[in-house]
């Protein structure tokens, strides 16, 4: 029977900086027990079937699989999502995506639309943080859409709405005072694609034509048909599509456009003001 420290030792197979880390935190699951565990007691014996499961995720790490798709949950904001490989996996630097929206002036009963919600990271972060406001969440991939209803069902907050459509398309005379989305900003050529996570996340959710912009150039264009006047639009895209994000908003007439930093100094994202007044 192997120890806490075989195991971990074991974890040597994984590349890069972060091996140790991704060790400890696939035995923890393993375990179900908190990392202080592991250093408190190298020497505990763990049983074979745990040992199993962990040595299984070790070999998939060291192919690439993403943690949280082993896992089947990652943390996003302040709880756990369901995640599997229908939907991307949710990253810190969407927080900023959710941020932002929650210091708009919006009504205490707002209506926001979530367009692309994946596992339904932002509706549902939205959505706790403010109870009253009416969310609706929006995807086009039906396996997606799943967990999304799943995680929502786990946290509580089955009053959410949701709907199986391609961006807009079955939204016809549907307005919100506010449209947030994280949607594919990814160009078709980024070598980025063939690397770590991406390479095991859904294509069709990081895709977006030749410069990464085609679902966003169509997000903005629809929106004024699904916007209040006045409302908001709220964009995640590439650290490097803050400018085109910000002059294809002012193009067709979104004023008080303005892009947000993350936490590592990059614009991710974008939005502006609909006052109804096209150009």
Not at 12 to 17: E, I, Q
Not at 196 to 213: I, K
Request: hydrophobic share 45%; charged share 25%; net charge negative.
């Amino acid at each position: 029977m192997s120890s806490v420290r075989d195991l971990l030792a074991e974890g040597s197979m994984l590349a890069g900086d972060e091996a140790r880390r991704e060790a400890e935190v696939l035995l923890c699951a393993a375990l179900d027990k908190p990392r202080s565990y592991l250093m408190a007691w190298p020497e505990a014996e763990v049983a074979g079937s745990l040992a199993q499961r962990y040595r299984h995720w070790l070999l998939q790490r060291s192919k690439g699989v993403p943690i949280a798709y082993l896992l089947g949950t990652r943390d996003f904001w302040s709880f756990s999502l369901q995640v599997n490989e229908a939907t991307l996996i949710p990253r810190c630097d969407t927080e900023l995506l959710v941020e932002q929206a929650l210091a708009l002036p919006l009504s205490d009963t707002a209506t926001v639309l979530d367009l692309g919600a994946g596992s339904g990271a932002i509706t549902l972060a939205l959505a706790m943080e403010r109870p009253r406001w009416c969310m609706l969440g929006v995807e086009r991939s039906e396996k997606a859409l799943e967990v999304a209803v799943a995680n929502a069902r786990q946290l509580g907050l089955e009053r959410v709405e949701w709907r199986l459509s391609d961006w807009f398309s079955d939204l016809a005379g549907r307005r919100f005072e506010l449209i947030v989305s994280n949607p594919p900003y990814i160009a078709e050529q980024d070598v980025h694609l063939d690397t770590g996570d991406l390479r095991f996340e859904p294509r069709s959710a990081l895709v977006s034509g030749s410069d990464g912009l085609d679902d966003i150039r169509s997000i903005i264009a629809q929106s004024p048909e699904h916007l209040e006047a006045p409302g908001y639009l709220l964009l995640e895209h590439g650290f490097e599509q803050s400018g085109a994000v910000r002059a294809l908003m002012t193009a067709i007439g979104f004023s008080n456009v303005a892009s947000y930093k993350d936490l590592a100094g990059h614009e991710r994202v974008t939005g502006g003001l609909w006052s109804g007044m096209a150009r």
